[in-house]
């Protein structure tokens, strides 16, 4: 979420788009385990055929028969968040919805190419999804709402820097920002625990529901810097993808193929490709520091 205010460090005059501190945090240990979502257990994925929810009245009285549980998946399914769920008149509707995450999102339960990577973390544009993983092995995958058309998500390799279990965004002193995680500190950029609408709605940044937002928190590796420089960097990040300004929500298109938004782990290595050498040498070196 960009703003005016401009912070010194690591030898550079960082703009910010979520808020970040006019002092950046310290690189800290983390102070609790990282706790999985419930819902996000990684299982091989099930064939998972949608119908629409064409409108309102439909909706709501699909949601009336749904359990707690159910309800949950059929937003994080559309994107959104369950408060969400009302606001539209066009919701896929998934066919089975007590599967794991595994089964509703796009992603590959391995990547072969992945394997001497220990972590990495992909947020997808047009899918509205992100993936993470460990030496190849799926870890959590879900929704996400990132960048609207006048602030977007810039793509590329990027990696967590500095993190803060909570900030108030300086564009709005009404927004709260929970477990906070940098992964570009001068375009001030990262992810956050926010309200997810079902689009991208945020200033460039990627939002994700509490759990997933808290599990990176813990999980993901800070950057370590010596006298304002970087001497290990943290977790890499891959954004890629561009969404459909204007178009319809990618995933509706679930309905007629529910191929429609996969990404294989031929994907997976051709998007990584580009970086896996930068990926390695940093990822040595701080082995090596370490």
Not at 6 to 25: D, E, N, Y
Not at 261 to 277: H, M, R, V
Request: aromatic share 12%.
């Amino acid at each position: 979420m960009y703003f005016l205010r401009t912070v010194f460090f690591v030898g550079i005059i960082s703009l910010v788009a979520c808020k970040q501190p006019t002092t950046q945090p310290q690189p800290t240990q983390p102070t609790a385990p990282a706790i999985k979502p419930n819902d996000s257990a990684i299982a091989k994925p099930v064939s998972i055929t949608y119908t629409l929810l064409t409108n309102k009245d439909s909706i709501k009285a699909t949601l009336k028969k749904l359990d707690t549980s159910s309800i949950a998946m059929l937003a994080l399914v559309n994107r959104m968040d369950v408060r969400s769920l009302r606001n539209y008149d066009t919701l896929i509707m998934p066919t089975d919805l007590t599967q794991p995450r595994t089964a509703y999102f796009p992603f590959p339960t391995t990547v072969a190419t992945l394997a001497d990577v220990k972590k990495i973390i992909y947020f997808s544009y047009p899918a509205q999804a992100f993936a993470a993983y460990e030496n190849g092995k799926l870890v959590l995958t879900g929704p996400t709402n990132m960048g609207k058309k006048s602030s977007k998500t810039p793509t590329g390799l990027f990696f967590t820097n500095w993190k803060a279990k909570k900030t108030i965004s300086t564009v709005n002193d009404e927004w709260e920002l929970k477990w906070n995680f940098n992964i570009a500190n001068k375009l001030g950029v990262g992810f956050h625990e926010y309200a997810l609408p079902g689009y991208p709605a945020s200033h460039s940044c990627m939002r994700l529901k509490a759990a997933d937002a808290q599990y990176f928190y813990y999980w993901a590796d800070q950057w370590k810097v010596v006298d304002n420089a970087i001497v290990a960097y943290g977790t890499p990040v891959i954004v890629f993808g561009e969404y459909p300004f204007g178009q319809a929500r990618p995933w509706l298109a679930l309905v007629q193929n529910s191929d429609a938004l996969k990404i294989d782990d031929a994907a997976i290595e051709k998007i990584t490709a580009p970086y896996l050498n930068e990926i390695l040498q940093k990822q040595q070196a701080r082995d090596t520091l370490q």
